[in-house]
Every structure is written in structure tokens, then in C-alpha cells.
């Protein structure tokens, strides 16, 4: 069985004290009232380190939005795979449409990151979803198969066991518009049966695969009821304590 989880993804958002702050009130709501699955708070770089030492890490995981496609060295600006894991941090976010999208990252870039990730302990996090343009071609299914065969599909089935997929449709990212229940549980099903082609039905039904975009308190019990989604990557509603919780309330 996959486990369930739901992820934040802060995105460039709140400097360092509102992270605090905001890591610290989701810390005592899950405190009070234990959640019913995996939490997982992706925080820009400068927050991992303070937050990794807010959060029970019991309850609450950790990860980065990003990490360097080389292992260390003259590469200014750039934080690796090794300083993500050394604050204490146990995900990573990759591909996301954004980075792919502005920061021009390829998919032989984001296997050499996923690659550093997972030699250094990190769990990915890792995105895979269609355009607006693509889905009224129908292409969505061909463009998911060619993301995870361009990035993930080189890992053995043991590595392959630290990849959790996030299947976010490009059109319902912060915009408002949400893939219906069914449009997302035919897409991850179509994930899981491309995953079970590859490593076999047992990884295939082991493997975490989770919905991203505008997923809300109000829309979240209708998605994580459908067999293959097994939770959520949540961006704008990870922003506020109470918005968040009620994401995670969804498995209650
Ligand atoms: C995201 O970018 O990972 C995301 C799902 O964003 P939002 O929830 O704001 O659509």
C-alpha cells in the first residue's frame, strides 16, 4: 500500500521569520491533533535548517524545493543535494513545471539531480504533468510517460522505492482550476500502470503518487478518495496553518 501524504510546497514565499512562524503553528496543530498521514513541508533553502530544529520530525517532514545538479564546487549560488540533506531535511522537491519552465531544467539535468538526491539520503519528491496545450491534444499520458523514462526510469526498483510522483496538471497550478476527481484518477492510474510496466505491480502499488494543483480543504476528500491518489503536493494552501490542516484533515 502507498503511503499517504500530503506536501507543502512554500514556493518563494515568507522570509525567514514568517517561516518560523508558520513551521511552528503547523507543528502544534499536528501536536494537538495527530494526523492521519504522512506531512511533508517543502521550505525555501534559507528556512530548512531553523525549521528542521521547530518540527518533530516524527510527524512532520522535511524537504527543499530544489537542490544542485552537481555535487560540490565553483558552482556560485548553488546548494547541494548534501547541504539539503545536512540540515536535517529528508525530501526534495524536482521537476517542477516551474523550474522546468523558467529555469530551463531539462530532463538530463533533473536525473543528475535525482541522482544526487538519492546518493545523499534524500527522498524526490518528483513532478511530472501536462500543458494546457498538450491536454486538449490529448497528449497528457504521452507527456507523464516521457517525464518519468526522461528523469526516473534509469533508477533500480530498491532506489526507485524513494521516488514519490507528483502528477500536476501545468493548466490547475495556481490558477484556480482543479483537475475533476476523475480526469486526475484516470491520469495517476494510467502513472501507476507505466510504473508497474517498469518495476513490476508490486512497486507500482507501493509507490506514493500525488495530485498537485489548486487542491484545497473543499476539494481534497473528493481527490484522496479515488484509489490511485494517495494524497497531495500543495502550493498556494500550504500558506496558512488552518488552510493546510484542513488538506491533511481530508484522510480523517
Ligand atoms: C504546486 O505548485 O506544487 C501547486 C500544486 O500549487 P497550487 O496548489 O498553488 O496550485
Redesign the pocket.
Known amino acids: 500500500m502507498a503511503k499517504k501524504i500530503v506536501a507543502g510546497?512554500w514556493?518563494m514565499n515568507k522570509n525567514l521569520q514568517e517561516g518560523i512562524e508558520l513551521a511552528k503553528g503547523l507543528n502544534e496543530a499536528l501536536a494537538a491533533d495527530k494526523p492521519n498521514c504522512g506531512v511533508v513541508i517543502c521550505t525555501p533553502f534559507i528556512h530548512l535548517a531553523k525549521v528542521s530544529e521547530i518540527i518533530n520530525h516524527n510527524v512532520i517532514g522535511l524537504g527543499a524545493e530544489n537542490c544542485a545538479d552537481k555535487a560540490s564546487g565553483a558552482f556560485t549560488g548553488e546548494v547541494s543535494a548534501e547541504m539539503v540533506k545536512s540540515t536535517g531535511a529528508e525530501y526534495v522537491?524536482l521537476g517542477?513545471?516551474?523550474r522546468r519552465e523558467y529555469y530551463n531544467e531539462t530532463p538530463e539535468i533533473l536525473k543528475e539531480k535525482v541522482d544526487l538526491a538519492l546518493a545523499n539520503g534524500l527522498k524526490v519528491i518528483f513532478?511530472i504533468g501536462e500543458s494546457e496545450a498538450q491536454r486538449d491534444k490529448n497528449e497528457q499520458n504521452a507527456v507523464v510517460k516521457a517525464e518519468l523514462e526522461g528523469s526516473v526510469f534509469h533508477l533500480s526498483a530498491e532506489q526507485f522505492k524513494n521516488i514519490v510522483i507528483?502528477y500536476?496538471p501545468i493548466w490547475?497550478?495556481?490558477?484556480?482550476k482543479?483537475a475533476t476527481a476523475d480526469q486526475a484518477e484516470e491520469i495517476h492510474a494510467y502513472i501507476r500502470s507505466v510504473i508497474a510496466e517498469k518495476y513490476g505491480a508490486e512497486v507500482a502499488a507501493d509507490t506514493s503518487i500525488l495530485y498537485?494543483?489548486?487542491?484545497?480543504a473543499s476539494n481534497a476528500p473528493e481527490l484522496f478518495a479515488k484509489p490511485d491518489i494517495d494524497g497531495?503536493?500543495?502550493?498556494?494552501?500550504?500558506l496558512k496553518v488552518a488552510d493546510f490542516k484542513g488538506i491533511i484533515d481530508a484522510w480523517k
Open positions: 510546497n514556493k522537491i517542477h513545471s516551474e513532478c507528483a500536476e490547475a497550478i495556481g490558477t484556480g482543479t498537485g494543483g489548486s487542491c484545497k497531495g503536493l500543495i502550493g498556494g494552501a500550504s
